[in-house]
């Protein structure tokens, strides 16, 4: 089965209050996983469709009183939005600085059981996993081991011919910012359906989708066309394992989760399929959803991790986004100043920094943004560096009404965080 690759448009934040009203209703993009799920027939028909690491997760440790609480204000302008669109549960969150600020949750975990969604239940954030892995190789570019011209040829010297000669050139920044001419529907040739089908380990399923990528002629001529692909991102992600010698899942929580104490952080649909003691995901169209157990039917295949499939509690999530906030202003510990300023600069004419969209708000200044769906989910950040703050929204479905509900409860947040200052 193809992989569904869509762009999600960004409804409320920039149309449907006073500060963005002059804007028109799609004005700007999010970006969001692409890469449908086959479905449950098509998934049993393959044979060791996703590695037990995929759904790694560890348990997080007693959270700070703060981190504890659901904030009535919150959850009052949460629920009105979740019973509207017919989300099961949703989670919204204002980070100030590098500080977790107001957080609610709302709803359910999984629609038919009574367990309540809780602030510091694991969300699947989807594309929203591409910062991560950009922050990651910008770590690796600061410590000399890559550096951002590096080409897909010199990485993987062993390949020699076998790579096309158009890909060879292709560089880390062109990979990272979606230029590489790396397309964005792996259906071609079987390569998606080799991925679902792959027994071996997420490394491995990764040095599938890359020589099955390189070895053709590029998408589109490299560096001349903004072309979304969560295959980019996974080659860059191997780039990372190769270099290292550990996979990218290590790395990730070596370098990213354990220094910034997301220790909630994991690959794959959160929980246990036993059990409700995470959320679920949730397929299916708003009115006929359908909970999804944490498995192998809950996510796409580790092959794309680098892409997308990071979750974790929200105030975690919140950990990493408000290094992004302090982090130009040469706060973060993670990384220089100017390196941030490198992730979140796009190419010019271009609206795509590494790993996040970059758009103007009369609210924010220059605001960072991205959505995040495996399908099942749905999630976005709206961040401010210039001011000082972010929102972020997480729901555990993907029907057609899920992007306009996030985006309803980010409108609502940023005006809750306006009118308090």
């Known amino acids: 089965m193809k992989p569904r690759n869509r ?19 799609g004005a700007a993009v999010a970006w969001q996983t692409a890469g449908a799920l086959p479905t449950r027939e098509a998934a049993r028909a393959q044979e060791g469709v996703t590695p037990a690491a995929q759904s790694s997760s560890p348990a997080a440790p007693a959270p700070s009183p703060a981190a504890r609480s659901s904030s009535p204000e919150v959850e009052s302008l949460l629920e009105p939005i979740r019973a509207k669109h017919e989300i099961p549960g949703m989670i919204g969150a204002i980070v100030k600085g590098d500080a977790l600020g107001r957080i609610g949750a709302v709803g359910v975990r999984k629609l038919g059981s009574p367990q309540k969604l809780t602030v510091l239940d694991k969300v699947h954030i989807g594309s929203d996993t591409k910062a991560m892995t950009a922050t990651l190789l910008a770590m690796f570019v600061e410590q000399g081991k890559i550096k951002w011209g590096t080409t897909i040829a010199e990485v993987f010297p062993e390949l020699g011919e ?24 792996l259906g071609a040739n079987g390569l998606w359906g080799k991925l679902w089908a792959h027994t071996g380990t997420p490394t491995q399923q990764r040095r599938t989708l890359l020589e099955g990528v390189v070895t053709v002629q590029p998408a589109a001529k490299p560096g001349e066309k903004f072309m979304y692909a969560n295959a980019g991102y996974a080659i860059a992600g191997h780039m990372a394992e190769t270099l290292a010698g ?17 220790t909630s952080a994991g690959f794959g649909a959160p929980g246990d399929a036993t059990l409700v003691d995470q959320p679920w ?13 944490p498995g192998k039917m809950a996510d796409n295949p580790a092959a794309i991790g680098p892409g997308g499939t990071v979750h974790c509690s929200v105030p975690d999530w919140a950990k990493f986004v408000g290094q992004h906030i302090i982090g130009e202003r040469g706060e973060s510990t993670l990384l220089k100043g100017e390196t941030f300023a490198k992730l979140h600069a796009p190419a010019a004419g271009q609206e795509y920094a590494c790993g996040w969209g970059v758009a103007q708000r009369p609210w924010g200044g220059r605001v960072l943004t991205h959505a995040g769906s495996n399908t099942m989910w749905y999630c ?13 929204i997480a729901c555990n479905c993907a029907h057609e009404e899920a992007a306009q509900g996030c985006d309803e409860a980010a409108a609502g947040l940023i005006q809750l965080h306006l009118a308090q200052k």
């Not at 990272?176 to 001419?181: A, D, I, N």
């Not at 995901?281 to 999804?292: E, F, I, Y």
């Open 246 to 262: 550990k996979p990218w899942e290590s790395l990730m929580q070596e370098k990213l989760f354990a220094p910034l104490g997301m």
């Open 380 to 392: 976005v950040a709206w961040v401010s560096p210039e001011k000082g703050f972010a929102v972020l």
């Open 162 to 185: 076998k790579i096309h000669a158009d890909y060879r050139g292709v560089t880390l920044e062109q990979l990272l910012t979606h230029r590489g001419g790396v397309p964005t529907d």
């Open 7 to 25: 762009w999600i448009p960004i409804y409320v934040v920039m149309t449907a209050w006073a500060l963005a009203a002059s804007e028109p209703k």
């Open 281 to 293: 995901g949730h397929a299916g169209k708003k009115g006929s959803l359908t909970p999804m157990p």
